[in-house]
């Protein structure tokens, strides 16, 4: 771009009134995060989009900073007053820097509005108001639309609402148009149509959504209807505006749908051209007593009449009545004579209407389709994708968790009394380290807790820090499928990015990689502290969960038969008795294990001034707890101190100690025993001596048995709390080991792996709280649901090349991880029914709350709390150009690798099922023989090693579905690679599963590819290109993007022309 030097040093010379801003700012150029030269002051001007910058107010200006293909970036902090001008050319950003925070946010305002894509902004308000301004005759008409007797005092019009069913779209229509008149006779019309609406209350006209294309025909009938969701403001008042347009060039009009006023005929240039349009009110559809519409198109001006256009207004679950309409719709290159049936069917039952599910789902977009299928008749398609709050609600309920796991690890540490130098700078070096990484918990949580707006993450968000924990686009992607001849049927696919830590990045792998080598390097005899196997470090989490988990119930069961002895309640003392045999039992198991033995040594050890004594003969601790007789009374059990500092060790001295924990439970059940036999015989001579003596017993004995059983309970809970101390201390000590071998590297796995789990979490809720409420009328699920368990199924779709590599082996540790997951279903007690989380990192509960009604139909096992298990698969298939050159020039190792390994994890589901279900509970395993052909089938495929085998993703959706499982469908970022797989696998359901008529297989799909039928969207207005987060996003699999399969032989012969291009000119 060429500018006049000298017109430019007038333009900064001219008086301030005529610029837009000018002040003093600090000014310097930055690349990344670095400063060149420390910030100077300039006296700034602001014109249009030209930013003067000069030495003084009175000076020559020195540089003129062009605002053009640049944004603004404001730090958002209190005490921050700078300002980032970035721009797209790659030209190096300018830092300015205000004198206050009022100064600098004025300065932002002024700099956004005045660069190119601010002036565009306003060009497109300039229209919108000249668009207001011409349907003023519109809007007045739209006024008469409102009754006199629903306008009050005010004069505030009231508007009628349209009765549907709960949770159920408002207003649900398709379209179809006749004899539409072309400009030129030969030549043949592509046509779509374009719905506005024009609220009453507002008296303004908004786009909302648009048909697909229709090629070759002047009687267009539209694939693609219009639905309003429940939430929308449409009532009987409101106006519908349809406007028919004829496309000449159908890969340049989405780029101009956004930009012309709406009642305006485009220019040739744009590729379409204004045909006619024509209006109707909303009642009128809906009180019609045919529900159907037919009206005149004309033009703009309302003279001439070019064609008809067919409104009629769809039920889901009812077909059209009227009259037998055969309508021959233009294909290319083939002709198909569609017939819409005369006959109304019998409505959706009631059974059928999915309870709400609004504490989970979010934002629903709905779009609407009636395809023909194969013997001519129709078959209605609504689909529906929502965000959910739980993309939210479990990371921040997950780190919370973290946070107190780790504070009290860190409290553990701390209590393992005095230690040998070596160990003790040891044990402060990993607190120091873990109480950063606390730290940066806390943290997340905080800025988390901040958040508004809306809730899912897009995926220009996946780099942010503070949004790491929170999984990339989940969505619920949902097709509801009515047919003439075959029941109603639902889809559900859970579509989310890879679960990765995209902030962390990867440059040195994913964590299949780095865990293999972290526990590689831990095998190093150069560390100073002692090797533990990840199998014993998990059994020292798992016991102290124990510990935590049991002392405090045996200390309330022991306190409970204290007091059933108070009382002198032989049934109550029977019950307590048991709760705390049981739980002491369970406590007593928890430490049948040689770690904590080892580690109780190696604790000593570490210990200063410590001296080993040789062990004595061995003795069978399971023999000393066995059998009352031969045990002493508890008051002579001797009593061990801690373990010991400056004395001999004894090895057999654990032993001792955790036996005792038996022997005082014995000699409680003994006493207890004793003192019921004495009651049944006191009570059975004074029943002979008086018989109303038994009834007008009074409670004088009752001291006799709490003063007998004190002792003995007091004596239990210093045996147990003495097993407590020595257990915490010993594994602790060996958790002090895994900390100490591979910081920080250590920590900054399980900082990754509690990222990558998070995300993948998430999206688990999310698809078992769908499937749940979706199965709770299906019993055979239910079964399956709490007998075997729950498959959940994830199609990847990541390349193995570069970074996707990385996103690769952080998925697929994410996804196993959540097989120590565990649901558990119960009853909300209020109306909160958000999930509940509960456990640590190596052992998780979900509390899945129901109300109460829905509660009532689940099976006895899952309302008494049986724990349901999860059952995650995933095969991953690269499909994209960095597949191509992974399979020619890479590795796929990696990929091949997961798939079998996942291989033998759904035949393990496959084999469960067959042996604990009957083979009649559920309609879908009536076909036994064709689940193993499946199974057989995916084996020779993955076996195969055939490059970008789809037909692996089919099977193993197609296995998921008959086995009741929840689908995931991820790539990079659930969008362009998500959209195509899961539209493609739509499309083939309805071919295989509804009979969609083949020669409409292609169109379907068209139909729900085209973005355009989701209405003319800004970039701004489109949260995975503009990024704002208070948007309400748009379906993704509505992106007409293509899938990326490169021929390689044509990839081949371009990298060896690029390789000697690239040579010539470095010649």
Not at 83 to 91: A, P
Not at 493 to 517: C, D, E, M
Not at 1001 to 1028: K, V
């Amino acid at each position: 771009m060429r500018f006049n030097a000298k017109d430019l040093a007038l333009l900064a010379r001219q008086p301030s009134g005529s610029f837009d801003k000018e002040g003093k700012l600090k000014i310097c150029r930055v690349v990344g995060d670095e400063k060149l030269i420390e910030p100077r002051e300039r006296w700034c001007r602001l014109k249009g989009n030209l930013l003067f910058l000069m030495k003084n107010k009175n000076s020559e200006a020195s540089e003129v900073v062009i605002l053009e293909r640049c944004w603004i970036v404001e730090f958002r902090s209190k005490t921050d007053v700078s300002i980032v001008v970035k721009f797209q050319s790659g030209e190096q950003d300018l830092y300015l820097e205000a004198a206050s925070k009022p100064d600098c946010e004025s300065w932002a305002v002024a700099l956004g509005e005045a660069n190119s894509e601010g002036l565009q902004n306003k060009i497109q308000q300039l229209r919108r108001l000249i668009m207001e301004i011409k349907e003023e005759r519109a809007s007045h008409e739209a006024r008469q639309f409102v009754p006199s007797s629903q306008v009050d005092s005010l004069g505030e019009p009231q508007f009628t609402s349209i009765q549907r069913i709960a949770n159920e779209p408002k207003l649900e229509f398709s379209l179809a148009c006749k004899d539409l008149v072309t400009a030129t006779r030969d030549r043949k019309l592509n046509t779509f149509i374009q719905v506005s609406v024009l609220h009453p209350a507002e008296h303004i006209l908004t786009r909302y959504s648009s048909t697909e294309i229709v090629e070759g025909t002047k009687d267009p009938l539209f694939l693609t209807g219009v639905t309003f969701p429940p939430e929308y403001p449409i009532y009987e008042e409101t106006k519908i505006k349809l406007t028919v347009y004829d496309v000449k060039d159908k890969s340049q009009d989405t780029v101009h749908t956004s930009v012309l006023p709406d009642h305006k005929e485009p220019r040739a240039d744009t590729g379409r051209s204004f045909l006619g349009c024509t209006t109707f009110r909303v009642a009128d559809l809906v009180k019609s007593k045919e529900q159907q519409l037919t009206l005149t198109l004309r033009t703009s001006d309302g003279g001439k009449t070019v064609g008809t256009i067919e409104v009629n207004l769809v039920k889901m679950g009812e077909l059209e009545d009227g009259e037998t309409d055969h309508i021959t719709t233009d294909a290319q290159d083939q002709k198909c004579a569609l017939v819409r049936e005369c006959t109304a069917t019998e409505g959706i039952s009631g059974k059928d209407n999915l309870p709400s599910l609004s504490a989970v789902l979010k934002n629903p977009i709905c779009k609407l389709y009636r395809f023909p299928t194969s013997d001519n008749k129709w078959m209605r398609i609504r689909e529906q994708m929502a965000e959910t709050t739980l993309s939210f609600h479990v990371p921040k309920e997950l780190i919370n968790l973290h946070i107190k796991e780790d504070m009290r690890r860190n409290q553990e540490l701390k209590d393992l009394g005095e230690l040998a130098p070596h160990w003790d700078n040891m044990r402060k070096s990993v607190i120091a380290h873990c109480d950063q990484m606390l730290s940066m918990y806390q943290d997340t949580l905080a800025e988390l807790g901040k958040h508004t707006g809306s809730s899912f993450k897009s995926s220009c968000s996946k780099g942010e820090k503070t949004l790491e924990f929170i999984p990339i686009n989940l969505h619920l992607q949902r097709m509801h499928v009515h047919s003439p001849r075959l029941k109603d049927a639902l889809y559900d696919v859970i579509t989310v990015g890879a679960p990765a830590a995209h902030f962390q990045g990867f440059k040195n792998g994913g964590l299949r990689k780095l865990l293999s080598k972290f526990e590689a390097e831990r095998r190093n005899t150069g560390y100073q502290c002692i090797y533990y196997s990840p199998e014993n470090t998990a059994k020292a989490k798992e016991v102290l969960s124990n510990i935590n988990h049991l002392q405090p119930l045996i200390s309330s069961h022991a306190d409970l038969l204290l007091n059933s002895a108070s009382q002198h309640s032989p049934d109550s003392l029977k019950n307590s008795l048991k709760m705390l045999s049981e739980k002491t039992e369970l406590f007593v198991h928890a430490f049948k294990d040689q770690l904590v033995r080892s580690a109780l040594l190696a604790l000593y050890t570490a210990r200063p001034g410590c001296v080993l004594k040789k062990p004595a003969m061995p003795r069978n601790s399971t023999e000393e707890g066995g059998d009352l007789q031969h045990q002493d009374h508890p008051s002579q059990i001797k009593r061990q101190d801690s373990i010991p500092h400056h004395s001999e060790y004894d090895e057999e001295e654990w032993d001792r100690v955790w036996a005792n924990v038996g022997k005082s439970l014995n000699c409680v059940i003994a006493m207890v025993d004793r003192l019921l036999e004495k009651d049944n015989v006191s009570n059975t001579k004074e029943g002979e001596n008086d018989p109303s003596a038994a009834d007008c017993k009074v409670f004088h004995t009752g001291g006799d048995w709490y003063e007998q059983l004190y002792p003995l309970v007091i004596t239990l809970k210093d045996c147990m709390g003495e097993v407590v101390t020595r257990a915490k201390q010993s594994m602790a000590f060996v958790l002090l080991q895994e900390l100490a071998c591979g910081l920080p590297q250590c920590l900054m796995l399980t900082l990754r792996r509690d990222i990558v789990f998070s995300q993948a979490l998430a999206g688990l809720v999310c698809g078992f709280i769908i499937k749940l409420h979706t199965g709770l009328h299906d019993q055979g699920f239910l079964q399956q649901l709490h007998t075997v368990g729950l498959l959940v199924q994830y199609e990847g779709l990541l390349s193995t090349y570069s970074e996707e590599a990385g996103m690769l082996e952080d998925m697929a540790v994410g996804i196993s991880d959540l097989q120590k997951v565990m649901f558990k279903v119960i009853e909300a007690k209020s109306e909160d029914f958000l999930p509940i989380i509960t456990g640590r990192r190596e052992h998780y509960v979900i509390e899945v709350q129901l109300p109460a009604k829905m509660f009532e139909l689940l099976p006895q096992e899952i309302k008494e709390g049986k724990l349901l298990r999860m059952y995650p698969v995933l095969f991953n298939v690269g499909i994209n150009e960095q597949q191509t050159l992974a399979e020619r020039f890479g590795d796929t190792t990696l990929q091949e690798n997961i798939n079998q390994e996942n291989l033998e994890l759904l035949k393990e589901y496959y084999k469960l099922f067959t042996e604990k279900m009957p083979p009649d509970c559920l309609p879908h395993f009536q076909e036994q023989n064709d689940l193993k052909g499946l199974l057989e089938n995916l084996h020779q495929n993955i076996q195969a090693k055939k490059r970008k085998n789809v037909e692996i993703m089919w099977l193993a959706a197609t296995i998921c579905r008959k086995l009741n499982g929840v689908r995931f469908t991820c790539c990079k970022s659930a969008k362009d690679r998500t959209s195509m797989s899961v539209t493609l696998e739509q499309c083939s359901i309805l071919r295989d599963e509804h009979q969609l008529h083949k020669d409409f297989f292609i169109r379907a799909l068209d139909c729900m590819r085209s973005r355009q039928t989701q209405g003319a969207l800004n970039e701004s207005d489109d949260p995975e290109t503009g990024c704002l987060t208070d948007n309400k996003p748009t379906s993704r699999h509505f992106y007409p993007v293509a899938l990326l399969l490169v021929s390689s032989h044509l990839l081949v012969v371009w990298l060896i022309l690029s390789l000697a291009l690239l040579l010539a000119k470095y010649q």
